[in-house]
């Protein structure tokens, strides 16, 4: 009995003790709660594509990001997001970890990070689904999806697994920021997920440095580096190289422009005995009508194989951004799409869409 | 004439410009080391750093202002209206370069945070009730 006694009192002191564990994990005043809510509107209303003609409502994204200041050096950084309206039990919409890593802050010039991340190139890859940080209702095709605009594979993937460096700094007036990222890259076998392991022997090396030479005004180059498997091909490989440079200007009560242009290689000499030389073109002019009103013009470019002609794509984007209230925005635009008949996604198809789309943060 | 006199009068006091007399203060915890409103404040509002020049860890925090006082502080402090702050930390919050910064509906929240924080900065719309150790380093 007094061995039962004892008993309790160890199980009583390791609860209260699992209990004080606990409640400094639930501890909210290190975690903030963020996302993003996305719902659009897309109707083709004129062309080729058949795809939208009816007009179709989608509920775009729910997203949650989490970030915890486990202490003052350690962050962990969590971004979840449902597409789609997801019901995975009809295999209907994507549910997915945009992001998901631990930064340590060694100064302000060096953290470092690990973990699943977004692919640092350019201006959009990182903001592409978070529709309170865009102007535009969906993220350029030429130089952030080039692989629904006529290539096989993009620039560089939009996540890569691995590890990394980032930091910010100043030389005089100047401010900086790079980044710097070595992962497993992408994975040509759908089979294999890159999330968890390698299919190939090299790893994908990426990077990109931001420069500010003055209020509002920011350049940057990025590059991609990568090789993949090619499962057509007895597991010959073949070589990715992309370089990007950008350009943004953005005066907050005036004009401002954003500009990207990527150009790259697909080297498959060891496969196929091809490379493919490949470029895009990403120009937007936007202009602060009031506070809340802003009007854009944006204008993509893509030529998906030098070599093969009449296969480029262009596309047109006129539209106005609208922020009813803070973090509530509502968009409305008009897309036309030219392609050429060689184009290897719309093979010469021109249309137009309207798209409107209601976005709130929080 | 008196009367032109007082339709002069009015008509000129209709013609004053409307002046602001809202005040906001920017205030930090004295471990932080920040002594006087340089660049240094200004890039700690804009996410840009993450340490102080002593090395204690930056913790940015906002009062939840009236419009009027948003606008004071933004357009002042940081170049930036309000909606475009907010544009720009949308970026970086979901790019997932950076955590917000903390908001606080009152003084009373927020001075208690400043002061718990050795790094905490803040904006802040009334200095009635500073802690010991919070400094107010300027007010716009």
């Not at chain 1, 920011?218 to 990007?244: A, K, L």
């Not at chain 1, 009031?290 to 093969?308: A, C, K, M, Q, V």
């Not at chain 1, 008009?334 to 060689?342: I, P």
């Not at chain 2, 509906?105 to 001075?111: A, H, K, R, V, W």
């Amino acid at each position: 009995m007094k061995q039962l006694h004892l008993d309790c009192k160890v199980i009583l002191a390791v609860l209260v003790v699992a209990c004080q564990q606990q409640a400094s994990a639930a501890s909210w005043d290190k975690v903030s709660l963020n996302g993003y809510f996305s719902f659009e509107y897309e109707k083709t209303i004129s062309g080729d594509d058949e795809e939208d003609v009816n007009g179709s409502f989608d509920l775009d994204l729910v997203d949650l990001v989490i970030n915890v200041d486990l202490t003052d050096k350690l962050r962990l950084a969590v971004d979840l997001t449902w597409e789609h309206g997801t019901a995975s039990e009809d295999d209907r919409g994507n549910v997915a970890v945009e992001y998901g890593f631990a930064e340590y802050t060694i100064n302000n010039l060096l953290r470092l990070k690990a973990g699943k991340m977004f692919t640092h190139f350019g201006i959009y890859n990182e903001i592409h689904t978070a529709k309170p940080a865009n102007l535009t209702i969906k993220e350029p095709l030429s130089t952030n999806k080039n692989d629904k605009f006529g290539n096989d594979i993009r620039f560089y993937p939009r996540w890569v697994n691995g590890i990394g460096a980032t930091g910010d700094g100043e030389v005089g007036d100047w401010e900086f920021d790079y980044d710097l990222q070595l992962s497993n890259g992408e994975s040509e076998d759908d089979d294999a997920n890159p999330f968890e392991e390698d299919d190939n022997t090299r790893k994908a090396v990426n990077g990109r440095i931001r420069v500010t030479p003055g209020e509002g005004i920011r350049v940057g180059v990025s590059f991609y580096d990568d090789s993949m498997n090619d499962p057509d091909n007895n597991g010959e490989r073949f070589d990715i190289s992309s370089y990007g440079v950008q350009f943004e200007w953005d005066t907050y009560d005036n004009i401002g422009v954003e500009a990207e242009y990527i150009f790259g290689t697909v080297d498959m000499t060891v496969a196929t005995g091809s490379e493919i030389e490949r470029s895009g073109l990403t120009l937007m002019v936007f202009y602060h009508l009031t506070d809340r009103w802003i009007p854009y013009l944006r204008y993509e470019s893509l030529d998906p194989n030098d070599d093969i002609d009449d296969d480029e794509a262009t596309k047109t984007v006129a539209g106005i951004n609208w922020m009813v209230e803070q973090n509530m925005y509502l968009k409305f635009e008009v897309d036309r799409v030219n392609t050429q008949d060689n184009n290897g996604e719309f093979s010469g198809a021109d249309f137009t869409e309207f798209k409107a789309s209601l976005s709130i943060g929080f | 004439v008196n009367i032109c006199n007082r339709l002069i009068l009015i008509v000129i006091a209709f013609s004053i410009p409307l002046v602001s007399y809202s005040t906001v203060y920017i205030v930090t915890n004295q471990a932080s080391g920040v002594t006087m409103m340089d660049k240094q404040v200004k890039r700690a509002f804009l996410g840009k750093i993450k340490q102080w020049k002593n090395g204690v860890s930056v913790d940015v925090c906002l009062e939840e202002a009236n419009e009027e006082e948003r606008n004071k502080f933004y357009s002042s402090v940081l170049g930036k209206t309000p909606s475009a702050y907010k544009a720009y930390w949308n970026r970086l919050l979901f790019s997932g370069k950076a955590a917000p910064p903390k908001t606080f509906g009152s003084q009373q929240e927020l001075m208690s945070f400043v002061a718990s924080k050795k790094g905490a900065i803040c904006f802040t719309t009334s200095t009635e009730s500073v802690p010991d150790n919070v400094t107010v380093l300027g007010e716009r």
